[in-house]
């Protein structure tokens, strides 16, 4: 079994910073993406920043130059940093993970997984 936990939400004031943390636990398999997603109410959950194995980032057009995605391959972690906080950052923030998940069975299988989300909350 694989899980996610998200850690480092929190609320903050217009022009802070918060870093936001993922771990993936469980045996038999490898990550072969991460990303971090965001869903304000009322809205779709949208793509904030992704990086894959090789390390290649992309990120929304609204968090460029502010945040900045990174991974510790060893741990099985990710995380975002979060710069230049603006109110409209509040969202709930979500952590996925696309795995390549061994079993001795069926080989490798891409496999997808969300953590819960955590909350931030950006005050002006």
């Known amino acids: 079994q694989v899980q996610l936990v998200e850690s480092g939400g929190g609320l903050v004031q217009a022009g802070g910073s918060l870093r936001l943390s993922c771990a993936a636990s469980g045996s038999g398999f490898s990550i072969n993406a991460w990303g971090w997603y965001r869903q304000a109410p009322g809205k779709q959950r949208e793509l904030v920043a992704t990086i894959n194995s090789g390390g290649s980032t992309n990120y929304a057009d609204s968090v460029k130059g502010r945040f900045s995605i990174s991974r510790d391959s060893t741990r099985k972690m990710v995380y975002l940093q979060m710069n230049s906080l603006k109110p409209e950052d509040t969202a709930v923030y979500y952590c996925?993970?696309?795995?390549?998940?061994?079993?001795?069975?069926?080989?490798?299988?891409?496999?997808?997984?969300w953590g819960q989300g955590t909350q931030v909350t950006v005050s002006s």
């Open positions: 996925h993970a696309a795995l390549s998940l061994y079993s001795l069975s069926r080989g490798y299988t891409v496999n997808d997984y």
